[in-house]
């Protein structure tokens, strides 16, 4: 642990529910001492948003997949003592994160002038659902709503049809994403010039910016941007992209040409259209194509497309992916010890010389390490 990049360094996370822990999670795998402060009455809401109803030691199980390796220091921040604890604290952190709504940070006392005036290097990120200004700043700022309201929405899903949202909280991860790269950016510029930094993001901007290639397209675009009505996997992509039905399963096609598909597939019949043709005529060639695949299997298909040197893949479910031997190399699973129980969860992405970031440390029980956190930082 002491080798890692950001051994040292102190956060004082704020944060709640997603996308703050989420960056916090990452700051934490990198090596820096995260601590949660959290209400000594329920802590963070997420530890009682529990997932398929599943919980570990009074806590969701979800709590613990993003707020493994942190410690929690409770501290009632409507109280003066309390605050003057925390304000302790901000003096030997590091960075402050947090995801309230504007003006919340600022009644407590705790907004950045405030956090500067303690401690003149603070580095202070907060994530807003939508920013500090106009009609939609105090808006809750949940994933589903910022995906229905940022368009992301119309990127799945068919044609026609509905708009279908992720089937995971991509805003408040891309988020987190963004907050770590700017508080690396931040720390990089305090090195140089002794300077702390204050960091403002939203999920709307984030949701936003991760679409920069169709923003870029609609900007530009005459037709504007339509998903096609069969076997969408891009609005912004040609035949044959997206999931296709076989015979006994499912197969996802990316971007190749028409005539290399007509060849693997062994059919005449696709070279009647035009690489051209692929945006006017989009949903008569993935009919046909939907056609044509439904009449052999998943692993027929793959063979004579990987022959051809074409793109493609079987579509797995979690349980197929955990039995294949390209998933066990990765050796992506670590084993977390909560009490009496063990968790099962993934670890941080990154390898660092050569050595993938594992942790055995679970997330902390409310306010487990105040008592610690006081004797080492606040008295030491």
């Excluded at 989420?22 to 529990?50: F, H, M, N, T, Y």
């Excluded at 709590?63 to 925390?86: C, G, M, P, Y």
């Excluded at 401690?119 to 700022?141: D, H, L, V």
């Excluded at 062994?266 to 043709?277: H, P, R, S, T, V």
């Amino acid at each position: 642990m002491n080798q890692l990049p950001l051994n040292g360094l102190i956060v004082l996370e704020f944060s709640q529910y997603l996308s703050g822990p989420s960056a916090g999670l990452r700051l934490a795998d990198l090596g820096a001492r995260v601590i949660k402060i959290e209400r000594p009455q329920g802590g963070d809401p997420c530890r009682r948003l529990a997932v398929k109803n599943l919980w570990v030691d009074g806590d969701a199980l979800n709590f613990h997949a993003i707020n493994r390796n942190k410690e929690s220091f409770t501290a009632d921040l409507k109280n003066r003592e309390d605050l003057e604890q925390v304000k302790k604290l901000i003096l030997k952190a590091d960075v402050i994160t947090h995801n309230f709504r504007p003006g919340v940070m600022e009644k407590i006392g705790l907004a950045y002038k405030d956090a500067k005036a303690i401690n003149e290097k603070i580095i202070y990120a907060e994530i807003s659902g939508f920013g500090r200004k106009g009609p939609w700043a105090q808006k809750p700022g949940q994933d589903l709503l910022v995906q229905s309201l940022s368009g992301l929405t119309y990127t799945t899903g068919n044609g026609g049809g509905a708009p279908v949202p992720f089937g995971l909280s991509a805003v408040d991860t891309i988020s987190g994403i963004h907050l770590v790269q700017a508080v690396l950016g931040a720390l990089i510029r305090r090195q140089r010039e002794g300077k702390g930094a204050y960091i403002e993001l939203s999920l709307i901007e984030s949701a936003i910016g991760m679409q920069f290639e169709l923003f870029t397209t609609f900007f530009h675009s005459k037709n504007g941007i339509h998903r096609s009505r069969i076997n969408n996997g891009s609005p912004l992509l040609g035949a044959p992209y997206g999931i296709y039905k076989t015979a006994d399963h499912f197969l996802s096609l990316a971007m190749m040409e028409l005539r290399l598909l007509a060849s693997a597939l062994g059919w005449e019949e696709l070279n009647a259209f035009d690489q051209e043709d692929v945006f006017q005529k989009r949903d008569e060639i993935k009919t046909l194509i939907a056609k044509k695949l439904k009449t052999n299997t998943t692993r027929y298909w793959l063979e004579r497309l990987r022959k051809n040197g074409l793109w493609a893949a079987a579509v797995y479910n979690w349980k197929e992916l955990d039995q294949t031997e390209g998933y066990k190399v990765l050796e992506m699973e670590q084993e977390l010890q909560a009490g009496n129980r063990t968790i099962r969860t993934t670890r941080c992405p990154i390898i660092l010389r050569g050595k993938k970031l594992v942790s055995a440390k679970a997330a902390p029980a409310l306010g487990a390490d105040k008592d610690a956190i006081i004797k080492h930082l606040m008295e030491g």
